[in-house]
């Protein structure tokens, strides 16, 4: 019954600013991964950030030096804080929480998406 809440999307100018957050809730195992994908219509969903719980960040070239991916474990929410936003950025985006046990069994959730929409 884990759950992923996203907020925090919306409409903005080019150059603009937005900070998505994403809380999980329910029986979560605390080694995990967090990350959000996006999906722009017409094409296929892709990772574009991801960290660990001890902090490792993984990044889409697309969005290197622009978005910054954080979390707080203490409560579960991972962020997404996107800066110099492009319209190529607007896409619904996704947030993902994944484990794995005892070197199998992946359990891997999703949240429900926000928009995000860039444009002048």
Same mark, same amino acid.
């Given at each position: 019954?884990?759950?992923?809440?996203?907020?925090? %999307?919306?409409?903005? #100018?080019?150059? +603009?600013?937005? /900070?998505?957050?994403? =809380? @999980?809730?329910?029986?979560?195992? &605390?080694? $995990?991964?967090? %990350?959000?994908?996006? #999906?722009?219509? +017409?094409?296929? /969903?892709?990772?574009? =950030? @991801?960290?660990?719980?001890?902090? &490792?960040? $993984?990044?889409?070239?697309?969005?290197?030096?622009?978005?910054?991916?954080? /979390?707080?474990?203490?409560?579960?929410?991972?962020?997404?804080?996107?800066?110099?936003?492009?319209?190529?950025?607007?896409?619904?985006?996704?947030?993902?929480?994944?484990?794995?046990?005892?070197?199998?069994?992946?359990?891997?959730?999703?949240?429900?998406?926000?928009?995000?929409?860039?444009?002048?």
């Amino acid at each position: 019954q884990v759950q992923l809440v996203e907020s925090g %999307g919306g409409l903005v #100018q080019p150059g +603009g600013s937005l /900070r998505l957050s994403c =809380a @999980a809730s329910g029986s979560i195992f &605390s080694i $995990n991964t967090m %990350g959000w994908y996006r #999906q722009a219509p +017409g094409k296929q /969903r892709e990772l574009i =950030a @991801a960290i660990t719980n001890g902090g &490792s960040t $993984n990044y889409a070239d697309s969005v290197k030096g622009r978005f910054t991916i954080s /979390r707080d474990n203490s409560k579960n929410t991972v962020y997404l804080q996107m800066n110099t936003l492009k319209p190529d950025d607007t896409a619904v985006y996704y947030c993902n929480l994944r484990w794995t046990l005892l070197r199998r069994d992946t359990y891997e959730y999703w949240g429900q998406g926000t928009q995000v929409t860039v444009s002048s």
